[in-house]
């Protein structure tokens, strides 16, 4: 199980260098073990051109390092904290993204003016607080933004992206999904103000967007 979960946590973060989330060695995804008290992350400082699935290394939900040769993500304990605290979540991401991070610089939330913002997120972008790395106040921060809020993505002051999901691959969906819809909005506001979307129609939007879009099981 800890293989496989290795295997497609460092396969999704080329999917942050596909969609150009990160630069350089910035960035991480980690993924919950099922049924453990453990999750697996990428390496501190480790290029992504040079990640394995061995490289990956396995921490338990205090950030403690369990298996691997390498330190975790400077960012660990932020993930770890997420896991503590939010059993529902079994994938978290962290990006520096370009146009979302522009919006955490200015402490904005970003607006709900889109359909797709409303499908994804369903409602804006929050804000969270600004916190320092390396111990629990950006975890803490993104807890207490997220809990009861719709969105899987928090934009932490002055920083970057956070996203949680599901799963590992949910996770960056949505971090994938805030930068686009951080870059149209922003292009929107150089026209003009964006046009609000009534919150009744956000509402149906994302309810149709979470239980019937896509294909259903037949079973």
């Not at 699935?53 to 369990?66: H, K, T, Y």
């Not at 993500?73 to 522009?102: K, Q």
């Not at 819809?181 to 150089?190: D, E, G, M």
Request: glycine content about 10%; hydrophobic content about 40%.
């Amino acid at each position: 199980m800890i293989d496989e979960l290795r295997r497609e946590v460092c396969r999704l973060h080329a999917e942050l260098v596909r969609y150009n989330l990160v630069a350089w060695t910035a960035g991480n995804v980690s993924g919950r073990v099922p049924g453990e008290d453990l999750f697996v992350i990428k390496p501190s400082g480790v290029s992504y051109d040079d990640l394995t699935p061995e490289s990956i290394v396995v921490c338990d939900l205090d950030g403690n390092l369990v298996e691997g040769d390498l330190a975790p993500s400077s960012d660990t304990a932020a993930h770890a904290y997420v896991y503590r605290h939010m059993p529902e979540v079994n994938g978290v991401v962290h990006t520096h993204s370009t146009y979302a991070s522009a919006w955490a610089a200015r402490g904005e939330a970003i607006p709900c003016v889109l359909t797709a913002m409303a499908d994804e997120f369903g409602g804006e972008i929050p804000v969270g607080p600004f916190a320092l790395i390396g111990n629990d106040d950006i975890g803490k921060g993104i807890v207490a933004t997220l809990n009861g809020h719709r969105s899987p993505a928090v934009l932490m002051q002055n920083h970057g992206v956070f996203t949680i999901g599901g799963s590992p691959k949910a996770a960056v969906k949505a971090a994938v999904m805030c930068e686009d819809v951080a870059r149209t909005v922003h292009i929107s506001r150089q026209l003009g103000e964006p046009l609000p979307i009534a919150q009744g129609d956000i509402d149906r939007l994302y309810d149709r967007y979470q239980n019937v879009y896509g294909q259903r099981s037949h079973l």
